[in-house]
T-cell receptor, first 120, second 113 residues
């Protein structure tokens, strides 16, 4: 089945530095990927939709300059948290539209294993 | 209109019992309704999904019931096991190439042995 690999799984960084999170589709081409943020015991909040070769579409209230998304190839999307601060600490999860993963339907959404970001 | 409302927030079920989680939506353009299971520190994993052309779908111990007129759908977990203890999310989207998935608020299920 479709696999989405997300790295790193955990990262601790100092306040003011930038952190890059990678999301790779291992066995399929992902023209569309999604980035979510999840707070403890809360639901997944969609941050942005990234399309290969074009600019990401950000959800209302998400700072484009803070959360830089690049989808340079059909298998890789990256999220860079710039000038990170403690309030950016969270669990970040990527997802990709994936063939054959729709629960009996043609397409579904496959999720990475998430990245726990802690800014100190 | 983009919201998916989910209840209950938490649920405790005895081993062997039935777990029932409910969701409701407003946007009638939604036509793909998956359920995800998430364990702590992991990404969500697809359990089962349904589209509006059927009212019920069963896969093993998991069943989705779908009521199009009421704009509601629910997940039933039969013979619940301690290993089912996790957070469950319903979701909805418009089934297309770039359409985003809207998640419910989640239900924390605890199955007691």
């Amino acid at each position: 089945g479709a696999v989405v690999s997300q790295h790193p799984s955990r990262v601790i960084c100092k306040s003011g530095t930038s952190v890059k999170i990678e999301c790779r589709s291992l066995d399929f081409q992902a023209t569309t990927m999604f980035w979510y943020r999840q707070f403890p015991k809360k639901s997944l909040m969609l941050m942005a939709t990234s399309n290969e070769g074009s600019k990401a579409t950000y959800e209302q209230g998400v700072e484009k300059d803070k959360f830089l998304i690049n989808h340079a190839s059909l298998t890789l999307s990256t999220l860079t948290v710039t000038s990170a601060h403690p309030e950016d600490s969270s669990f970040y999860i990527c997802s990709a539209r994936s063939p054959g993963q729709g629960g009996g339907y043609g397409y579904g959404y496959t999720f990475g294993s998430g990245t726990r970001l802690t800014v100190v | 209109q983009q919201q998916v409302k989910q209840s209950p927030q938490s649920l405790i079920v005895q081993k062997g019992g039935i777990s029932i989680i409910n969701c409701a939506y407003e946007n009638t353009a939604f036509d793909y309704f998956p359920w995800y299971q998430q364990f702590p520190g992991k990404g969500p994993a697809l359990l089962i999904a349904i589209r509006p052309d059927v009212s019920e779908k069963k896969e093993g111990r998991f069943t989705i019931s779908f009521n199009k007129s009421a704009k509601q759908f629910s997940l039933h977990i039969m013979d619940s096991q301690p290993g089912d203890s996790a957070t469950y999310f319903c979701a909805a989207s418009i089934y297309g190439a770039t359409n985003k998935l809207i998640f419910g608020t989640g239900t924390l299920l605890a199955v007691q042995p």
